[in-house]
Every structure is written in C-alpha cells, then in structure tokens.
C-alpha cells in the first residue's frame, strides 16, 4: 500500500461545494434540452468538471446527463463509476443541514455525504494525487460521473455508451467493501386475472412500491374493512420484513371469504409460486409481492424478484405460471435488469481484494447481493466500498452520514486500486 497524501481542507471544502448542489434525482429545478436531468444536477456535473479542469484533467460533458473525467497515459482505459444524484430529503429530524457537509462527532453529516457525493470529491483527489506521483504513464483512469443511478434507470450511463470509449475494466465506489462480484438479475413480474359475476366482489390494496415489502393493507368486503400492518424492508431482503398484504388475506380467509386472490397469497411464497431456485455463485431467489390491487373485474400483484445468476427471466416466469394457472393467473415479466457475475478469480476481483486487505488488514471474501448498483452498466465491473464491513448503513436515511476516518481510508484504497488495476 502506497499512503498518498491528501489537503484534508481543500477536499473538504470541494465536498462541501458539491453537498450544497440540491441535486435530487428528477426533482432539483428545471428542465431543459441542455439540463435534462434538471439544473441541479446539471450544475453539479459542471461543478465536478470545472474542478477537474482546474486539476488538470481532460473533461468532457454528454449532453447534461454524465461527465467523464479522464487523467494518464496508453490505450488500457479503466473506469470509476459515480454519480452526484441523491434521493429526497425528510424535512425534519436532521443534525445538520442535509445539503452540506458537516462533522459531528467523527462523523460527516449530509445528504449524499456516503452515496455518492463523497466517494465522487474522494475519487478526484485520488486521481489528482496519482498524477502528482507520475503512476499513470501505461494507462488512462476515466472517472464517469452521471446524474441519474438513484432513479433505476441509468440513463446517464446510457448516454455514455452510445458515444464513448468502453473500458477495460471498471468500479463503481456506491457499494459495500470488499468487492462485489455478483448481483442477482431483478425483475417486475405482474400476476393478474380478470374477474367475473361468479366470484365475490371485493376491493383491496397494498403496497406502493416495486422495492419495498409492503407495511399496509386493506380490504373491504361486503361493507366491512379489514387492515393489516406489516413490516417494511427493501425488496432485497424481504425476509426482514413482514408483507401486510400477506397478513390481511390471512385475516380475510379466516373470516370465510373464499376469492382467487386472497388463494394466490395463501401461496405467495418462492416454494408455493415454484421459484424456490439457488446457486452457489449468488444465493437464493427472492420474492416481494409488491403492489396489490383488487376490483370487481380484476386482480393482480406486482412482484419484485430477485433472481440469482444462474437462472433466466423465463425459468422464473414459467415456474410461477404452472402454480397460478390453477387459480386462473398469469404471470408476465415487465422489466428485466440482467444480473451481474464477475469470478472471484478474475484479475479484477483480484487486484480489488488484494488491494483492500493492504489498506485495511482484513480478509473479507467477495460478497454477492440481491441490489442493483451502477456496475451493471458496464462489462467487468463491479461494487467495490465505500462502506465497510459492520459499518453503519445510513444511505436514503434522515441523518445519511459517514465516519470521517473511514472517508480517509476510502480515499486511500481508491488512490491504491486506481494504480493497480
């Protein structure tokens, strides 16, 4: 491990510039054929590029959607992936004002501050001290900054690839240590029928989202409500949750209401719809019936599933048709995200976690998950941090905040992994 140096008060000051950019996805000011995204996103990108200039550095805007950031020598092109979008912001309950970036106690508060604001600032300076160092005379290190991950669909990266150089190998620091190697495929599957005079007519509703395990439901049959309470969690992980709709067909059947729907939930389950699929390289299936709908002529649920690497949309899709079919179902896909798989044994999961055990001591393993992160977008790539192992999650949260140390030694492994690979 080399231990770059770094102007603490410099970046802090940089970081702090760009936390005060109101950059929430689809929701910071006008839009316009030049700031698709909005003007905040917009004005950050041209804050990260106008610092990059200032350092030295070739730039390059696409179109108000991403930037890249490009510092070396050679035809090997590697990629850092980040973006400077954040989610909404609770308007009560903050330590700190959430677009800023504030230390208290160790800790730097601030929306973004983890995800991916810092990780961003922290990259520019780990290329900037590359360069001072003369480390990047056989290769170029491309940062591509977009505007759009938070919302899912990516379209600043999609911007790049119409026009741009693909790199060799990339990562993108909007994960969790040590290297990410696989992500599970993620799909929106829709199960619905139509309903006729000859079933009871009832309506209900649960869930909002597609990625959230629904925490409220209700139904009303023959003029009397039913409620139930559930437990939210990310789609992800839904067995940290408790599905509400779930619970409220099991309140309605054991009131004697006998309808196709309420049958469909008794078994809305991976082993009940079939898709109680595994591997090895990236886990179990999981299933989140998401949103649910019922009116006198019509019922669905739309599903978040996760789908592990090994396995195709329509292994999932087939399974959950010959278990709902009996009950007049059917099952189509709506959206497809692929899945993600890089061997532990590449040279790039490699050189990540031989990097990160220099700068850290640890021997963490290589870790699968059931999210999607912006790697996907690129071939031979992966998550890599900037959260540790054991350190606290509060991205999307009121108070995001990260631990300033860990910020320092994140800017480290960046410098570090950025020269190796």
């Known amino acids: 491990m080399i231990n770059y140096p770094l102007d603490e008060k410099a970046m802090f000051e940089d970081l702090r510039g760009l936390m005060q950019i109101h950059t929430v996805n689809h929701n910071c000011g006008p839009v316009t054929d030049e700031m698709p995204l909005g003007e905040g996103v917009y004005n950050a990108l041209q804050y990260v590029k106008n610092l990059a200039e200032k350092m030295g550095f070739k730039t390059k805007m696409l179109d108000g959607?991403?930037?890249?950031?490009?510092?070396g020598e050679g035809e090997k092109l590697v990629a850092n992936l980040c973006h400077v979008d954040v989610v909404p912001v609770e308007e009560t309950g903050w330590k700190a004002d959430?677009?800023?970036?504030?230390?208290?106690?160790g800790k730097v508060y601030g929306r973004g501050i983890c995800d991916d604001k810092g990780p961003t600032i922290l990259s520019l300076y780990a290329l900037k001290a590359l360069v001072d160092a003369g480390k990047l005379k056989d290769k170029r290190v491309r940062l591509i900054v977009g505007g759009d991950e938070e919302s899912g669909a990516w379209v600043c990266m999609k911007r790049y690839r119409e026009t741009e150089e693909l790199p060799v190998?990339?990562?993108?620091?909007?994960?969790?240590?040590?290297?990410?190697?696989?992500?599970?495929?993620?799909?929106?599957?829709?199960?619905?029928?139509?309903?006729?005079?000859?079933?009871k007519p009832i309506s209900l509703e649960g869930g909002k989202t597609y990625n959230i395990v629904p925490a409220a439901a209700s139904a009303v049959v023959d003029g009397k409500t039913y409620e139930a309470e559930g437990r939210a969690a990310h789609a992800s992980r839904p067995e940290l949750g408790l599905n509400a709709t779930r619970e409220l067909c099991k309140k309605l059947a054991a009131d004697g209401v006998d309808h196709p729907f309420v049958k469909l939930m008794e078994i809305a389950d991976t082993k009940g719809w079939g898709i109680d699929f595994e591997d090895e390289q990236s886990g179990k299936l999981t299933l989140n019936p998401a949103i649910s709908v019922v009116t006198a002529d019509h019922a669905e649920v739309k599903c978040d599933i996760r789908v592990p690497v090994t396995f195709t949309p329509e292994d999932v899709t087939k399974a959950i048709n010959e278990k709902v079919a009996p009950l007049g179902f059917k099952a189509e896909c709506d959206f497809v995200l692929g899945s993600l798989y890089v061997p532990k044994d590449s040279e790039l999961v490699t050189t990540l976690q031989r990097v990160y055990k220099d700068c850290t001591g640890r021997d963490d393993e290589p870790i699968s998950v059931g999210g999607g992160t912006y790697a996907r977008t690129f071939e031979n790539a992966v998550a890599f941090g900037p959260l540790l192992p054991g350190e606290e999650n509060t991205n999307h949260k009121t108070n995001e905040c990260w631990n300033y140390e860990n910020m320092l030694l994140t800017y480290q492994i960046l410098a570090n992994v950025m020269e190796q690979l």
């Open 98 to 105: 959430p677009f800023d970036a504030t230390l208290l106690d």
């Open 65 to 71: 959607y991403s930037i890249w950031i490009e510092a």
């Open 169 to 199: 190998c990339s990562f993108s620091p909007d994960g969790d240590y040590p290297s990410t190697y696989a992500e599970k495929g993620i799909l929106h599957v829709t199960v619905s029928r139509d309903l006729d005079s000859s079933v």
